[in-house]
């Protein structure tokens, strides 16, 4: 069924490798989740220390995230439903460049207002990009070893934020937040690799997705 749909979107048979997408959203999330444990844990010390806010302040930035983060995560999961595996592409990379952003912002947010707005924001790209890359992954799964992809991208995940939490923690201390949140900016933009690797295969497909 998968492979007839791919046909009926434009995308040849001979070049659908299921493989291939699950490695990249793997990869992809390692690099992704990891530049966001860079700061996760210590986000409230840069609130509370460097922007003189309150832990309030913090919990505060941190539900603007989740509440913005919910709100487009319903919309975009209905709006992309029934579009293109191209189209499910083309938005996984905007959110994640969205996210990108949103880092860069918090680099030189120096009001408490500033932080707020990045945090929206950064619910905003994680929101898009969430249920378009979720869609392609598990669209793509060998059903045969489902569990098996699930249980390797838990632990390539959750192995790389552990290492991440660490590494930010030590970033932070030397060289700033500054510094950290170019870092997770920059370690998140390299998310989109592994999907224009793959997508590279589909020019066309999604040259007619975007003209559309």
Same mark, same amino acid.
């Given at each position: 069924?998968?492979?007839?749909?791919?046909?009926? @979107?434009?995308?040849? /048979?001979?070049?659908?490798?299921?493989? /291939?997408?699950?490695?990249?959203?793997?990869?992809?999330?390692?690099?992704?989740?990891? %530049?966001?444990?860079?700061?996760?844990?210590?986000?409230?010390? !840069?609130?509370?220390?460097?922007?003189? &806010?309150?832990?309030?302040? %913090?919990?505060?930035?941190?539900?603007?995230?989740?509440? +913005?983060?919910? !709100?487009?995560?319903?919309?975009?999961? @209905?709006?992309?439903?029934?579009?293109?595996?191209? *189209?499910?592409?083309?938005? #996984?990379?905007? &959110?994640?460049?969205?996210? +990108?952003?949103? *880092?860069? &912002?918090?680099?030189?947010?120096?009001?408490?207002?500033?932080?707020?707005?990045?945090?929206?924001?950064?619910?905003?790209?994680?929101?898009? $990009? #969430?249920?378009?890359?979720?869609?392609?992954? /598990?669209?793509?799964?060998?059903? +045969? #070893?489902?569990?098996?992809?699930?249980?390797?991208?838990? $632990?390539?995940? !959750?192995?790389?934020?552990?290492?991440?939490?660490?590494? &930010?923690?030590?970033?932070?201390?030397?060289?700033?937040? #500054?510094?950290?949140?170019?870092?997770?900016?920059?370690?998140?933009?390299?998310?989109?690799?592994?999907?224009?690797? *793959?997508?590279?295969?589909?020019?066309?497909?999604?040259?007619?997705?975007?003209?559309?």
């Amino acid at each position: 069924m998968i492979k007839d749909n791919l046909i009926d @979107k434009g995308i040849p /048979s001979k070049q659908y490798h299921a493989s /291939s997408i699950v490695r990249a959203y793997i990869i992809s999330e390692t690099l992704i989740w990891s %530049a966001w444990n860079f700061i996760a844990p210590i986000v409230a010390i !840069f609130i509370t220390d460097i922007q003189k &806010g309150t832990i309030d302040n %913090a919990a505060t930035a941190y539900s603007i995230y989740l509440v +913005s983060r919910v !709100f487009f995560e319903l919309y975009t999961g @209905k709006y992309l439903t029934r579009k293109s595996i191209a *189209y499910k592409f083309l938005m #996984t990379v905007l &959110g994640i460049t969205i996210i +990108s952003i949103s *880092y860069v &912002g918090l680099a030189f947010s120096e009001l408490l207002t500033q932080t707020y707005i990045f945090y929206a924001l950064l619910g905003l790209g994680i929101g898009i $990009a #969430t249920p378009a890359k979720n869609s392609l992954f /598990s669209s793509h799964l060998d059903k +045969s #070893t489902d569990a098996a992809q699930w249980g390797i991208l838990d $632990a390539s995940v !959750f192995l790389s934020m552990a290492l991440a939490a660490v590494i &930010g923690g030590f970033i932070a201390r030397v060289y700033g937040f #500054t510094t950290l949140f170019i870092i997770a900016a920059v370690a998140n933009f390299l998310g989109i690799i592994p999907y224009l690797l *793959y997508v590279k295969k589909w020019k066309k497909s999604i040259e007619e997705t975007i003209l559309s």
